[in-house]
């Protein structure tokens, strides 16, 4: 690791004790305290903010900072620029990946917090560009606007269905039709009747997206896959910025369909099952 002095900023110290403070008194989020304090532990930093395990042979190295890399054009090509400056962590094994992530289980997990810093945790069983395209879109959506925002105005469904644009595990495309397509199908496949189908409206929420079994789990990230696909194909990256930039305005998430109806006109509008099952939204 680069040798680095030992003295503390004084904001740093303060900003410690803090994170110190509330682990003991809300020990569920005593892994920011670990994420936080991660430079001054044994990781290696082969580059800057990004912090590898010393239970990872030097040699992985250089393969995990060109996964990185490729996730990272995948970011740029999404969203036209990446914005978000995560502080990435990346783990040996299950268990230490249990110490910076609130899951244990799964292959990454993304933090912001409501000061700003934000943090993409790796865990080295099951790291692919895929997942740590995942966590990195997360990220942009939270660098973005910010923690409050993407922690109250935007629905769970929305935040992981712009993640999966990104993950290539269910659609192997960045063709926006064909993503459609391929989601819609894999869609259709698994709620063929008697099979449950989710209504947006069930997984707005992060309890409503994850807390179920694997089937309600993979069957959300497909729900929210294929809507997210659908509208991106009528707005495009245009659209997905004009979203982004109203937001942070202080617009409503509903201003989704209100771009939505903007792009339609000029756009060839594909019909979309899953915004049906939502009563309560906009008819096709």
């Not at 930093?45 to 250089?62: C, L, M, T, V, Y």
């Not at 606007?145 to 929305?158: D, E, N, S, V, Y």
């Not at 807390?211 to 789990?217: F, K, P």
Request: charged letters at 20%; hydrophobic letters at 40%; proline letters at 6%.
């Amino acid at each position: 690791m680069r040798g680095k002095p030992n003295t503390l900023p004084l904001k740093t110290v303060f900003l410690l004790l803090a994170i110190a403070t509330a682990v003991v008194f809300c020990l569920p989020y005593r892994h920011l305290f670990f994420c936080e304090t991660v430079q001054f532990g044994q990781f290696s930093e082969p580059a800057e903010n990004i912090f590898i395990s010393p239970g990872i042979a030097r040699k992985e190295h250089a393969k995990i900072l060109r996964m990185l890399e490729t996730a990272e054009n995948r970011v740029n090509a999404f969203w036209g620029e990446k914005k978000g400056r995560a502080t990435v962590i990346v783990c040996a094994t299950p268990a230490e990946y249990g110490r910076y992530c609130p899951n244990k289980e799964g292959a990454g997990c993304s933090l912001g917090t409501f000061y700003g810093n934000s943090f993409i945790v790796l865990n080295l069983y099951g790291i692919n560009p895929d997942v740590i395209s995942h966590e990195m879109c997360h990220n942009e959506v939270f660098s973005r606007l910010g923690w409050r925002k993407t922690t109250f105005a935007i629905p769970q469904w929305f935040n992981e269905g712009l993640a999966m644009m990104l993950d290539y595990r269910f659609v192997n495309t960045p063709n926006s039709a064909a993503r459609y397509e391929r989601y819609l199908k894999e869609w259709r496949l698994r709620t063929v009747p008697p099979a449950k189908k989710l209504r947006l409206a069930e997984i707005s929420t992060l309890n409503g997206f994850f807390g179920g079994d694997a089937r309600h789990v993979t069957l959300a990230y497909l729900t929210a896959a294929t809507e997210v696909s659908h509208w991106l194909l009528l707005v495009g990256q245009k659209g997905l910025i004009q979203w982004t930039e109203a937001i942070q305005r202080g617009d409503r998430f509903e201003v989704y369909y209100e771009i939505e109806n903007l792009h339609r006109k000029i756009t060839p509008h594909p019909g979309n099952p899953v915004r049906r099952l939502d009563q309560a939204q906009p008819s096709e």
